[in-house]
């Protein structure tokens, strides 16, 4: 267990997560073809270069996942219950194959679960980075936390 048991978390608290991932062309492109997604914008290096962005960019639901991904060890690796929603999705700047992603993440609501009291429900706003400090992506996640068990308290 490397998460935080719901009872641990600060409102406020900020996880600066170690791991950082650079993109691969590889990642973007299997990702796509493996989500059915026939978007030019991921697929076709031609078409991109006489865009705005001038190549493809990544994949926004990979960046949405590997942001997500990147903070479970240090917040809710075996301490989730459920992911109970994404809120707030958002994607700035495109991120492109060689960015390299790092994330932070903030706890920004805590409350006591109405119907389990065993949990509780964390709200945290994750946000991820490229390697020149610029915003990529954000969302607020929500789910239901373990609290610590009685036996470990």
Known sequence: MAGVWFDDLVLGQVFDHAIRRTVTETDNVLFTTLTHNPALLH???????????????????????????????????????????????????????????????????????KSRPDAGIVTFLHKAFNQHGELVASCKRTGLQRKRPVELA
Do not use: C, Q
Not at 57 to 80: C, E, H, K, Q, R
Not at 81 to 106: C, M, Q, S, Y
């Open 43 to 113: 697929l076709d290096e031609e078409y991109m270069k006489g865009t705005e962005f001038g190549a493809r960019i990544v994949n926004s639901v990979y960046t949405l996942g590997l942001m997500v991904g990147i903070s479970v060890g240090d917040t809710t690796l075996g301490t989730a219950i459920a992911n109970l929603g994404w809120d707030e999705v958002r994607f700035p700047k495109p991120l492109f194959h060689g960015d390299t992603v790092r994330v932070t993440t903030e706890v920004i609501e805590l409350r006591e679960s």
